[in-house]
């Protein structure tokens, strides 16, 4: 039985559960069996006469204040987790129950369902935005309908929470400035085929509101770091940081005054649990008979930015995540930085990308990606705060943070087997 202050949701099943934000949104309904094996955080604040450059630098073993005192916990016997993967060999928890199936595969998913019978699914299921377009549209708009087929034909489904992401109303070359819901599709999308499969995936989900007793929502994620991160924002520049020579390091593309969104992995799974108890809510009041929510209320049917509501410079958090990996010794400031102008910056992506392509390898500068770090990119996410209680609950500075120890600990260990 749950007590007074866990949460109980029925049967959830998460769609991607062992790959990055299905992962965490698995340990944090598991109420975080990750942590039982971490070094516990200090309760005393150190001294600021203690604190010194290299006292900064974050290692293994830098302990935080724990995510479990920071979410709301799950009860046990009233919340019941499945993970469906395609591969279940990472990221497993002991209290979930795993299940491998192809998400594109009707017949085994709608058997998987019968099987299942969730009364919540969250879909976390998506490759990285640098996959091959065919398999970008198999898994994000092929896989997304067939879930929501499957969900249909079980019957049991109330409440379906899609993953989306912040870059459907993007084009890859404006600025966003505080960019909300009311920002329209960019579709097709020439610079971006990732954003393009978002965009479809995500309408089918909306569309799909209110069918077979199902109701639907998506929360659209902005710059996603921390634990489990193997090839986002944070990922890269601790990588590039661990790696590069100082001069390098010194340098930046365009003018140093773009504001850009991350958002910790642990506030995204909490914003699509927010999702999923204001579903489930909703769900109730209708089989009850009571009044229709209002349209401002909305939380069905609706699409929401999920952010840390923290903007903040693309160098300066660049330069953060290298002084907690520890280069700072000839690493200088923001003020003394050589900036190259962004018109260059760009011209230099397509130099790169021209030489490498001719290489036959992978260039590490693209123009889109000199774009991205010239520009602003950050969004509102006042809506889902009103309509869900969302709140972000780890700052992006600790998630940074978490960030890094996550490389230390366990990315540094892949590659050098990788490189060996």
């Not at 993007?170 to 600025?175: E, M, N, Q, T, V």
């Not at 960019?179 to 499969?197: D, F, H, I, K």
């Not at 999920?306 to 290298?322: I, K």
């Not at 709140?391 to 490389?407: A, C, I, Q």
Request: charged residues 25%.
């Amino acid at each position: 039985m749950a007590t007074p202050n866990e949460k109980s949701i029925g049967t959830v099943l998460v769609v991607g559960g062992c790959g990055f934000v299905g992962g965490n949104l698995v340990d944090q309904l598991l109420n975080f069996p990750s942590e039982d094996n971490l070094p516990p955080a200090s309760k005393e604040p150190k001294p600021v006469e203690k604190y010194s450059r290299e006292s900064l630098i974050v290692t293994p073993s830098t302990a935080f204040p724990t995510l479990r005192s920071r979410y709301p916990a799950y009860s046990r016997a009233g919340t019941r987790v499945h993970a469906l993967d395609l591969k279940c060999t990472r990221n497993r928890h002991d209290r979930a129950i795993y299940h491998e199936c192809d998400i594109t595969d009707e017949s085994a998913l709608t058997a998987l369902f019968q099987e299942i019978k969730p009364d919540v699914v969250i879909n976390t299921a998506s490759p990285q935005f640098t996959a091959p377009d065919k398999i970008l549209k198999k898994v994000n708009i092929e896989g997304t309908k067939t879930l929501l087929k499957a969900a249909q034909s079980t019957g049991t489904v109330k409440a379906f929470v899609h993953t989306s992401s912040a870059s459907v109303v993007h084009d890859c070359y404006s600025d966003l400035i505080n960019a909300t819901e009311l920002y329209p599709y960019v579709y097709p999308n020439p610079a971006e085929y990732y954003s393009e499969t978002k965009v479809v995936a995500e309408k089918a989900v909306l569309e799909a509101n209110g069918t077979s007793g199902m109701l639907t929502c998506a929360i659209r994620p902005a710059g996603v770091v921390g634990e489990g991160d193997r090839g986002g924002f944070a990922y890269a520049i601790i990588l590039t940081g661990s790696k590069a020579p100082a001069w390098n390091l010194n340098m930046q593309l365009g003018h140093g005054e773009g504001l850009f969104d991350n958002t910790y992995v642990g506030n995204l799974c909490y914003a699509l649990l927010c999702a999923t108890d204001a579903l489930l809510s909703t769900h109730t009041r209708k089989a009850e008979g009571k009044s229709e929510i209002l349209d401002f209320e909305r939380v069905d049917g609706e699409a929401f930015n999920c952010t840390n509501d923290e903007p903040a410079y693309f160098w300066d958090t660049s330069r953060f995540l290298w002084s907690r990996y520890g280069r700072i010794d000839g690493v200088r400031p923001a003020t003394q930085a050589w900036a190259l102008p962004r018109e260059m910056a760009v011209f230099a992506g397509f130099a790169s990308e021209w030489v490498n392509w001719a290489l036959g390898r992978p260039s590490k500068l693209t123009a889109q990606g000199a774009r991205y770090a010239c520009m602003h990119r950050y969004y509102s996410c006042e809506k889902l705060k009103k309509r869900t209680g969302y709140k972000p609950m780890v700052s992006v500075e600790e998630g940074l943070e978490r960030s890094v120890r996550e490389f230390k600990t366990i990315a540094e260990g892949e590659l050098g087997k990788k490189e060996k």
